[in-house]
Each structure stands twice: as structure tokens, then as C-alpha cells.
């Protein structure tokens, strides 16, 4: 298996911008998290899915971050309109339930800088 | 809520020593998992070793081993004859043995590794 795929690996926007990631869980997996990960607050989750629903959204900053899941290979964190507070390396995450702890898998990450 | 915290900001160990990175955790949970994670510069983040709460029997990967005192909320990770490969970000993680919401990881702020010549 490929593993957890992100894309893209860099993105760099000016404010105002939309900014859109992509992720592609591990075939088979049933949840999927987003993370942020930065200086100050370390990694945050932001929102997971199970089966493709969101079961808790509350770790999004604001209403300017939204997330989808419109199968069970694909998933986006969309930021519109971006922020230089945004800036942060974003990783996605998935995991089966039931196999072993139900362990995490990560992403490589997409780091984000916005002007 | 639960909370992570991993009290040394930055570790140094010599090749082929042994050093321990601490992480102590607050839950009122009686059954959750354990992990340590580690995050090289390429910023994967890879998963180092895991503990189940309801486990006495402490977990080892090879060179990895964890100290767990359930009791006290602690949970330690050991690097024996530490190698260059295994400077990096070091991160302790909780998880609630429930599913649904219980799924999310709670992260600790890392400890950052270097190992010297």
C-alpha cells in the first residue's frame, strides 16, 4: 500500500487566497483525521471522519476552514479565504477500527505559507 | 479533558548511549492507549512504540522501550544504544480506548533529540 497520500507536498498563497488540500486514506480505512501542526500549539487535531461523516468538528479554528469527505478514498481541507496565521504543516491521518489500537497512520504533510 | 505534557523541550544523547525522554498525562479514563511518535526532519510522523493502559507488562520495539506507571501517569520512552538515525521530534500521544469520539490522538508539544558523535 502507498500509504496515507497528501497533496500537495508545498503550498505557498497570498491572504485572501483559497487554499484547498487533498488526502487519500489508506484503502480499507474507515477514519480519517486532519492535523495541524505548528511552533506555538503544536498538533492540533482539527476534524476526523468515520465513514466518511464528521464526528467532531470542534478542533476547527473558524468558520474560514471547512472539510469534506465525499467517498472513502478521498478527503479535502479547504481554507477560504487564507490567513498568514494559517501558515502550519497540515497532515492527514487514517486508521481502521478494531485492527490493534486502532493506530494512526500519517501523511508526509502539506506545509502552508501564506504571504 | 485530557492533556499531554512532555516536560523537556530538548534531549542530547551520544551515539551508543541511552537516554530517556518523560511524558506525564492527566486522564480520569481507566483504559486508553499509549504512543510514542517520532517526526525526523522530513516531518513524517512514524509511530515509535504503543502501550494499552490495561497492560502491566511495558512495551519494546528493538533499541525502544517504555516505562509505564499507570499509577503515577507517567510513560517514558527509552532509546538504548541510541544511533544518528534517531534524532528527531519525539511525541508522546493519548488515545481513549472508546471509539466514535474517544478516536482523536491528544499530543504532548515533543521533544527534540539530538544525538551527538
Known amino acids: 500500500d502507498a500509504g496515507v497520500i497528501q497533496s500537495p507536498r508545498h503550498e505557498v498563497t497570498e491572504m485572501g487566497q483559497e487554499v484547498t488540500l487533498r488526502c487519500k486514506p489508506i484503502?480499507?480505512?474507515?477514519?480519517l483525521f486532519w492535523y495541524r501542526q505548528t511552533m506555538m500549539r503544536g498538533l492540533e487535531l482539527l476534524i476526523y471522519?468515520?465513514?466518511?461523516?464528521?464526528?467532531?468538528d470542534s478542533g476547527m479554528p473558524e468558520d474560514r476552514f471547512s472539510a469534506k469527505m465525499p467517498n472513502a478514498s478521498f478527503s479535502t481541507l479547504k481554507i477560504q479565504p487564507s490567513e498568514p496565521r494559517d501558515s502550519a504543516v497540515y497532515f492527514c491521518a487514517s486508521s481502521l477500527a478494531g485492527v490493534f489500537v486502532n493506530e494512526q497512520f500519517f501523511g508526509p504533510g502539506t506545509r502552508l505559507t501564506v504571504l | 479533558a485530557q492533556t499531554v505534557t512532555q516536560s523537556q523541550p530538548e534531549m542530547s544523547v551520544q551515539e551508543a548511549e541511552t537516554v530517556t525522554l518523560s511524558c506525564t498525562y492527566d486522564t480520569s479514563e481507566s483504559d486508553y492507549y499509549l504512543f510514542w511518535y517520532k517526526q525526523p526532519p522530513s516531518r513524517q510522523m512514524i509511530l515509535v512504540i504503543r502501550?494499552?493502559?490495561?497492560?502491566?507488562q511495558n512495551a519494546t520495539e528493538n533499541r525502544f522501550s517504555v516505562n509505564f506507571q499507570k499509577a503515577a501517569k507517567s510513560f517514558s520512552l527509552k532509546i538504548s544504544d541510541s544511533q544518528l538515525g534517531d534524532a528527531a521530534m519525539y511525541f508522546c500521544?493519548?488515545?481513549?480506548?472508546?471509539?466514535?469520539?474517544?478516536?482523536?490522538?491528544?499530543f504532548g508539544t515533543g521533544t527534540r533529540l539530538q544525538v551527538t558523535l
Open positions: 500521544a493519548y488515545r481513549s480506548a472508546g471509539t466514535g469520539t474517544a478516536s482523536k490522538l491528544t
Open positions: 471522519f468515520n465513514n466518511n461523516v464528521p464526528i467532531d
Open positions: 484503502s480499507g480505512h474507515d477514519y
Open positions: 502501550q494499552e493502559a490495561y497492560k502491566q
